[in-house]
């Protein structure tokens, strides 16, 4: 049998995170060892030491050595139980504070590919920030305006015609009269729509022009990689939102070929909000041109996988961690398949524990 390496792999998410469950599969198949902690207080093991003398800035983490690459999938905020109630809350924000002075410091600090530094993916959550950035390395965005204005949005629906509503962050609840479970998703609005001014009040929202598409893309980038898919609906045409049908038939995936100014534009946005992974929301109108929606640092790329299963998508992001730099080849890992991971035994114990959380903790997720 083959050692495991001596210098492992971090990934950061809780033991419940599907995307992390695979890739965690995918490493050990590869024989590379992985440190899968939800936070930097890993349970049963000494969180890093960081030292500050006259060489610098050092992390010391007993007893394996550095790590070559950590995957911030979805950090929490570190548990400081078992404690006293009395301590809880002194503990609690120590032990906060501490996670983020280490990740803010976290590309230097330690010698490992961050997926993505932590303070980029901070900053590459603001929608605003994308978009104005987009617009700085000449991507086409639709016409935006984000306000709690009814005035405002009146206004703009004359001049667009049709209005998509988008929420800053995704958000399900329980209608308990009805007893299901609603999403806020895109919503499209035009003159008939009623706008009352105390309801928009309410809450500030994203109001874009509705693109009339002829399909939506989603690019994957995995490091150097770009793998980019069209998405619509199986009898011709565009979904409002795709999202609620990624796993249905009604929702055609095909492979699609970015075309090379396109590329170009998009790596330079991944390269101005210096993010190493992201899924990026593209549209594209029947005249052909692309407009882009939003790069989601953290998102699911996985479904993609699920529905073109010769898309080596957790390949790449296997082979990315194992070589611990953007510019790695797929075999830098072996032919890992997401399919043979879903016939796992891992799998279906991860199945489980999911299922045992959601009912406790509601984990439904439709972010994308
Ligand atoms: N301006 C738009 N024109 C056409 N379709 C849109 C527009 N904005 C969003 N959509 C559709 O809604 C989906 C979700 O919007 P997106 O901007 O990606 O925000 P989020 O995923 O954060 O809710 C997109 O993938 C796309 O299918
Ligand atoms: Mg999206």
Not at 169 to 179: C, I, L, S, V
Request: glycine share 4%; hydrophobic share 40%.
């Amino acid at each position: 049998m083959t050692k495991m390496t001596s210098s492992p792999i971090l990934i950061l998410a809780p033991s419940t995170d599907p995307h992390a469950a695979a890739v965690h599969w995918a490493l050990q198949r590869n024989r590379v060892d992985a440190d899968w902690w939800p936070s930097m207080r890993p349970e049963g093991k000494a969180a890093p030491s960081i030292w500050i003398d006259e060489r610098g800035i050092q992390m010391e983490r007993p007893p394996s050595g550095n790590w070559r690459s950590a995957w911030h999938r979805r950090p929490q905020r570190p548990d400081p139980s078992p404690c006293q109630d009395a301590d809880r809350t002194f503990l609690e924000r120590e032990w906060r504070l501490y996670q983020k002075n280490l990740f803010d410091l976290s590309p230097t600090v330690t010698q490992a590919l961050w997926v993505n530094a932590p303070l980029a993916a901070w900053q590459a959550e603001s929608k605003l920030l994308q978009l104005q950035e987009a617009h700085n390395v000449s991507l086409r965005v639709p016409e935006t305006v984000v306000t709690n204005h009814a005035d405002d949005v009146r206004r703009f629906i004359k001049k667009c015609g049709r209005v998509v509503f988008k929420s800053f962050y995704p958000h399900t609840w329980h209608n308990t009269a009805k007893r299901e479970l609603v999403a806020v998703g895109v919503v499209m609005l035009d003159d008939a729509s009623v706008l009352p001014d105390d309801a928009v009040a309410m809450s500030p929202g994203i109001f874009q022009r509705y693109v009339d598409k002829a399909f939506d893309v989603r690019v994957t980038v995995i490091g150097d990689h770009y793998f980019a898919v069209k998405l619509g609906k199986a009898a011709g045409g565009a979904f409002l939102d795709w999202r609620a049908y990624s796993l249905e038939e009604t929702l055609q995936v095909e492979p699609f070929d970015l075309p090379h100014e396109l590329k170009q534009k998009l790596k330079a946005l991944m390269q101005r909000l210096d993010l190493t992974f992201g899924c990026i929301d593209l549209v594209v109108d029947h005249d052909g041109n692309a407009f882009f929606l939003e790069v989601n640092q953290a998102g699911q790329f996985l479904f993609v996988e699920q529905r073109l299963t010769d898309l080596p998508l957790l390949q790449a992001m296997t082979a990315m961690l194992i070589a611990g730099r953007r510019d790695y080849r797929i075999e830098d890992s072996l032919p890992v398949r997401f399919k043979d991971y879903l016939s796992s035994d891992d799998f279906k114990r991860n199945e489980i524990l999911i299922k045992e959380q959601v009912q406790t903790e509601s984990l439904y997720s439709v972010e994308a």
